[in-house]
Each structure stands twice: as structure tokens, then as C-alpha cells.
Nanobody, 124 residues
Framework: QVQLQESGPGLVKPSQTLSLICTVS??????????WSWIRQPPGKELEWLGA???????YYRPSLKSRTSISRDTSKNQFTLQLSSVTPEDTAVYYC????????????????WGQGTQVTVSS
């Protein structure tokens, strides 16, 4: 069974870049036909898909956040990362990494595996 674990700072100052790492175990991020996504849930709001990287290294982003979002991977460490630049308090959320055979969904059952999530607060 694939397991995912998010890691990164829990507090980021406004205008800085939020950086998170998802470490994958029990499976390879190069596994065929799989996508590795970042999803967040702001307080009191629904899940929001941010972007994904495919098993081939292709990236996909939420259009409204594309200019601020970058997703990359380190296959030697079986990790993929999220960078979100120029953050504001509106970026405060629980951030999840997830894997599945499609992207863009906002329901938990659209993904096969989830990390436990990590709280990120944007505040000075």
C-alpha cells in the first residue's frame, strides 16, 4: 500500500514562498499511469486541487494559481514538492498530497492514497 507523508514549515510569512515535500513509500512516483497531486483545504472551505506531477514528470496546475505554483520531483528520494510563491493569509490551509489515476478532483474518493495533511498558516 502506498503511503504519503507531507513535511514542511507550519508557519510562513506573507509574500514568502511556501515549500512542502511529500515523501512516498510503498510505491514509486514513476509508477505507470499515476499522478501525484497537491490539494488543500482552507478553514471552513472545500478541498481545492492545486496541481500534480505525472509518473513521466509532466506538470499540471490549477489555472487560477498557475502563476504562483511549481511542482517538482526527486525520483532518487521518491519525493515530490510544492512551492507556492507570494503567499497571503488566504493561502492558510491544511495541505495534502495524494495519488491517483486522474487529476483535478476535489473529492476524497477520487484519489487512491492520501497523506495525513499538514497545517500551514500564513501570518506575520
Amino acid at each position: 500500500q502506498v503511503q504519503l507523508q507531507e513535511s514542511g514549515p507550519g508557519l510562513v510569512k506573507p509574500s514568502q514562498t511556501l515549500s512542502l515535500i511529500c515523501t512516498v513509500s510503498g510505491g514509486s512516483i514513476r509508477s505507470a499511469a499515476r499522478y501525484w497531486s497537491w490539494i488543500r483545504q482552507p478553514p471552513g472551505k472545500e478541498l481545492e486541487w492545486l496541481g500534480a506531477i505525472s509518473n513521466l514528470g509532466n506538470t499540471y496546475y490549477r489555472p487560477s494559481l498557475k502563476s504562483r505554483t511549481s511542482i517538482s520531483r526527486d525520483t532518487s528520494k521518491n519525493q515530490f514538492t510544492l512551492q507556492l510563491s507570494s503567499v497571503t493569509p488566504e493561502d492558510t490551509a491544511v495541505y495534502y498530497c495524494a495519488s491517483g489515476r486522474s487529476i483535478g478532483g476535489t473529492a476524497r474518493n477520487e484519489y487512491d492514497d492520501w497523506g495525513q495533511g499538514t497545517q500551514v498558516t500564513v501570518s506575520s
